[in-house]
């Protein structure tokens, strides 16, 4: 256990600057390079599929590892885990911002998503450590929630503006200097604790690692051997749930999602995603190669959507949060973003920001801001504070399961649209009805009296 004589001596506010900042890291460091995605494309010869494997990558890793994130930062302690997340993400940021083709920049970003796999559910177990139950840890959530949400849709804005005057490069660049920087407050800043001694579950680690990489990249792979991938997910996910019902301690306690307020954030958590990384990959080919924006130019049309998604979750939902449940919260949310989503389907070959590409930003970054600390919260609620870090990974794990094996989804059904443009329409409407049908679903579900 953390010692409480060691709090004192650290400030919160420091500590939330800390966490909130790593927090961007991951989140930013998923987004940051989407719109370099042309110029990647153009520098080492790689076409869109191939590009999508830029996210994917990060993605497949990030989920694949974020349950034994959480494990290890409960039997090592939180700040030292969180520690070597921050320092393997930036030292393979750097291994990218050098790289000499497209295979060592793929591989880097899988490095990457390894290491914000550790820091993250670390993160959010040392902000419960930190603020204690009850206003200021409500307050502390909704910053922290408030930077998540904004920092994906900001990090393609940060992304355009480097690459239109720097290069491409030098995205990879500014997340090696934001990981020193979070490294060298840390100590300043974040309580030491000491980690609960216990076995690590190491035939649970793999089995559910390689269930979840696997999941990942078989929806994302799209070939003749897709099929094959999944079926192997499917065997490691079902020997992982059957080793985990039978240890005595578990890697991912399966209790949790006899919680129904469990359950509902990570199905939300799934859907904001999908919808929100589907927009975020799209926007730039469609701004870049239909309208002819430049790569600042693409990032800068989705500051709208940034600027909502932050002034909605840090002014607006912590209020609402007081009146009204996360679930009402959750649906609100789903349903704009599926509403935001479904306005892009309006776009044109040659369409005017102001009517075609502007509002459905506004739209779906009122849901986003919503829809997050909504289900940051949700995911929490009836959990034991000894559980946080993987009740915050398993929501992890669903943002990035969304943002890789949905969008991966998307991309396939973009292909069967007949015309580019037919095709970007077409994913665009499956993303908001799935949202709008996952709002129904969580608005119909009942949570049991406690």
Not at 165 to 188: D, E, I, K, M, P
Not at 359 to 368: A, Y
């Amino acid at each position: 256990m953390t010692s409480t004589a060691a709090m004192p001596r650290h400030r919160p506010g420091l500590a939330l600057g800390v966490l909130a900042g790593a927090l961007a890291l991951d989140l930013s460091g998923m987004a940051v390079l989407n719109a370099a995605l042309p110029s990647v494309g153009a520098r080492f010869g790689l076409d869109e599929t191939t590009l999508q494997w830029v996210m994917t990558a990060y993605a497949v890793t990030f989920a694949g590892f974020l349950l034994v994130g959480g494990r290890l930062a409960d039997v090592f302690g939180r700040r030292r885990v969180f520690e070597a997340g921050v320092a393997l993400f930036t030292v393979a940021a750097l291994a990218g911002a050098l790289a000499p083709d497209g295979a060592v920049l793929l591989g880097a970003r899988a490095v990457q998503g390894i290491g914000a796999a550790l820091s993250g559910p670390a993160a959010l177990a040392l902000l419960t450590e930190v603020f204690p139950a009850g206003p200021e840890r409500g307050r502390a959530l909704g910053v922290y929630a408030a930077v998540g949400a904004a920092s994906f849709s900001g990090g393609m804005l940060l992304g355009g503006v480097l690459t239109e005057f720097l290069g491409w490069r030098s995205v990879l660049w500014f997340s090696v200097a934001l990981g020193v920087l979070v490294l060298a407050v840390t100590r300043a800043g974040l309580p030491d604790g000491a980690g609960r001694r216990g076995p690590l579950d190491m035939a649970g680690a793999i089995l559910g690692t390689l269930g979840l990489t696997l999941l990942v990249v078989g929806v994302s792979w799209g070939g003749a051997g897709a099929w094959g991938i999944l079926a192997a997910a499917v065997v490691f996910l079902v020997l992982f749930v059957v080793r985990e019902r039978r240890t005595a301690d578990p890697l991912l306690p399966l209790a949790l999602f006899r919680i129904s307020s469990v359950r509902l954030a990570t199905a939300s958590a799934f859907l904001q995603y999908t919808a929100a990384v589907g927009i975020v990959f799209f926007a730039p080919l469609y701004l870049q190669g239909m309208l002819g924006y430049s790569p600042v130019e693409s990032g800068l049309a989705l500051v709208p959507m940034s600027l909502t998604v932050f002034l909605t979750a840090t002014f607006v939902t912590g209020r609402l949060l007081a009146k009204y449940s996360p679930r009402t919260l959750m649906v609100t949310g789903l349903i704009l973003i599926g509403a935001g989503t479904a306005l892009w389907m309006t776009t044109p070959q040659d369409g005017s920001f102001v009517l075609h590409v502007m509002p459905g930003l506004v739209v779906s970054g009122i849901g986003q801001g919503l829809n997050f600390p909504a289900m940051t919260t949700s995911g929490l609620t009836g959990v034991p504070e000894h559980q946080h870090a993987v009740a915050g990974a398993v929501n992890v794990v669903a943002q990035q399961i969304g943002s890789s094996a949905g969008v991966a989804v998307l991309v396939l059904v973009a292909a069967t649209g007949g015309t580019q443009l037919g095709g970007y329409h077409l994913a665009y409407l499956a993303a908001a009805v799935a949202c709008v049908i996952g709002a129904v679903g969580i608005a119909m579900v009942r949570p049991k009296p406690a």
